[in-house]
């Protein structure tokens, strides 16, 4: 294969200039042969095969990092949902199980692990119900542990119940990490539509569909993107949207490579490349600014969702045509705290939350990383995720909601988390109370259009 000098002096600008990097390797690792009916075994059995199968991810990350030139930010796991793991346990809560999860992180070295999940669209287990009961102390206890609950699918229909029991549990796990403005609520989303194989914190869980061990690869490059257009400031929209989508190709074929030469090296079945336009806090890694590239003077402002939707779909686009092996969330990523520019959006006043909704709608996410009054009422909670969650079933799109509502802090003030989780405004939230209508619980019925077979 004959290759440019061009295409090599684009790749080496893309990783310097432009923070083009592998988002994240996660291997999915299944659970199912450790359950056993006694905790203190079934620990063991988790701690064992968790290390055991991802003891040498590090060092295969990095091997390709120096082989490649290109960054590899995160290495994560996502294991079976717990609920199901520990449910014949005699276990009388998870947090134990939380902690072996944990162990097994720090001692290997990776950054997170995800799986600490129930899947509860249609109801609850006891598994389900011990696990989310867990959930606040769990995080508060752990380092490195990620917890997701799916309450909603377009098959099933919303949750009610799981919802308004989330909101509970978010503003539990915010207090018992006050001291660093509710930073627990950063490792737990609310989900509709989940998918098995997202490789992205704090979603990733391993599914029961799934091989014994994956690797799955994600993948981003907001500032690529964004210089890209920034290089063709006069074209018109259908020249944007194919710009972006050659650029996504590009950076795919990346993941797609390292994808597989990782799960060679360690054994596991090469997964999905989840390409996701995943903003950081560095100045210029930024969905914000690509949006406000294509000509929108503040994120936030009108046509920001028509911008949004340009970008998602000739990312998807560009992905689909580089690998067959598309998946996770693929798409674009608007999570407040973790893009300087959306955050500064905010600040300005520019970008709402109602704004913020109306734009998942088009998205490959929910509402990420908001920061919210710390006295948000539990039912003003489950309303705004309820919201988010109808978005999702209706448009048959997974969508994931992390809210943190900062204790002891309202609206304007500011919330630093640090890292990659950035910082970002307090945001007003609507006075109007949904109360009664939350208090009515039960399932909303899936959509008509569930019905495809």
């Given amino acids: 294969m004959l290759i440019n000098p061009d295409e090599i002096r684009e790749t080496i ?28 075994r079934l620990q063991k059995n988790i701690y064992r095969k968790v290390v055991e199968s991802a003891r040498n991810l590090i060092d295969v990350a990095e091997s390709l990092q120096s082989k490649y030139g290109i960054p590899i930010v995160n ?18 809560n998870y947090i134990p199980v939380a902690q072996a999860l944990d162990k097994a992180a720090i001692d290997i070295g990776i950054d997170f692990i995800g799986g600490f999940s129930a899947l509860v669209h249609k ?21 490195r542990v990620c917890s997701s609950v799916n309450v909603a699918s377009t098959k099933a229909g919303i949750n009610m119940d799981a919802i308004l029991r989330m909101a509970e549990v978010i503003k539990k796990t915010a207090e018992l990490s006050k001291e660093q403005d509710g930073i627990g609520c950063t490792k737990l989303v609310v989900f509709a539509n989940i998918p098995e194989d997202n490789p992205f914190m704090a979603g990733a869980y391993h599914g029961f569909g799934e091989p014994d061990k994956v690797i799955n690869v994600g993948i981003s490059g907001p ?48 997964g999905v490349v989840d390409l996701s336009l995943a903003p950081t806090p ?34 998807k686009k560009g992905g689909a045509m580089a690998t067959s092996s598309a998946g996770g969330l693929s798409g674009a990523f608007i999570p407040v705290s973790e893009d300087l520019a959306m955050a500064e959006a905010v600040a300005s006043g520019a970008l709402s939350i109602e704004k913020l909704e109306a734009m998942t709608a088009v998205c490959s996410v929910g509402l990420d990383m908001i920061v919210i009054p710390g006295d948000t009422p539990v039912e003003t909670i489950a309303g705004i995720i309820a919201d988010q969650m109808a978005i999702a079933v209706i448009n048959h799109k997974a969508a994931g909601v992390r809210l943190i509502p900062a204790p002891g802090k309202k609206a304007g003030d500011r919330a630093v988390f640090g ?9 007003p939230i609507s006075n109007l109370s949904c109360k009664n209508f939350i208090k009515r619980g039960g399932r909303i019925p899936a959509p008509l259009t569930s019905l495809n077979n």
């Fill in 13 to 40: 600008s893309m990783i310097q200039e432009q923070k083009l990097d592998i988002r994240t390797i996660t291997m999915g690792i299944s659970l199912r042969d450790c359950v056993d009916a006694s905790g203190d």
């Fill in 75 to 92: 290495k994560r796991v996502a294991v079976s949902p717990i609920s199901v793991i520990a449910e014949s346990s005699d276990l009388e």
């Fill in 123 to 143: 109801g609850s287990t006891r598994g389900d119900v011990c696990l989310i009961d867990s959930i606040p102390e769990a995080l508060a206890k752990t380092e």
């Fill in 223 to 270: 500032g690529v993107v964004r210089a890209v257009l920034e290089k063709h400031p006069g074209v018109d929209l259908t020249r944007v949207a194919e710009l972006i989508k050659q650029t996504a190709f590009k950076i795919t074929r990346m993941g797609e490579l390292v994808g597989r030469e990782s799960a060679a090296l360690l054994g596991a079945k090469p």
């Fill in 282 to 315: 560095t100045p210029g890694d930024s969905v914000a600014q690509i949006i406000e590239a294509m000509g929108i003077e503040k994120c936030g402002g009108p046509g920001s969702t028509a911008a949004l939707a340009i970008i998602n779909d000739a990312v």
């Fill in 419 to 427: 890292g990659l989780l950035g910082s970002a405004p307090v945001m």
